[in-house]
């Protein structure tokens, strides 16, 4: 069954950075765009980014743009968030999702989620 779950987020300082990671298995990962979505505290769920199948095309929220970087690597199964330059408003539950088809299609399987706090 598919799988996938997140890992590598924490508390870190404002203008800090992490790397979210998320191991996706039970689908054949390099066939499908992945996305990046969060949920701040008492707020919706926020689309952050996404990448096509073969990891050459990304897009990011304006909230994100220029800070956050999405990767993949189709050999390892793994969807990366590199968050750089992070702000208290990036403090959420970041989930990776996988798409049925291209980037505009629906988000058909979710992880649990990886919580970031950023704060001093």
């Known amino acids: 069954q598919v799988q996938l779950v997140e890992s590598g987020g924490g508390l870190v300082q404002p203008g800090g950075s992490l790397r979210l990671s998320c191991a996706a298995s039970?689908?054949?990962?390099?066939?499908?765009?992945m996305s990046w979505v969060r949920q701040a505290p008492g707020k919706g769920l926020e689309w952050v980014s996404d990448?096509?199948?073969?990891?050459?095309?990304?897009y990011y929220a304006d909230a994100v743009k220029g800070r956050f970087t999405i990767t993949r690597d189709n050999a390892k199964n793994t969807l990366y968030l590199q968050m750089n330059s992070l702000k208290p408003e990036d403090t959420a539950v970041y989930y990776c999702a996988k798409r049925v088809g291209g980037r505009y299609s629906a988000m058909d399987y979710w992880g649990k989620g990886t919580l970031v706090t950023v704060s001093s």
């Open positions: 039970g689908f054949t990962f390099s066939t499908y765009a």
């Open positions: 990448i096509n199948s073969g990891g050459y095309s990304t």
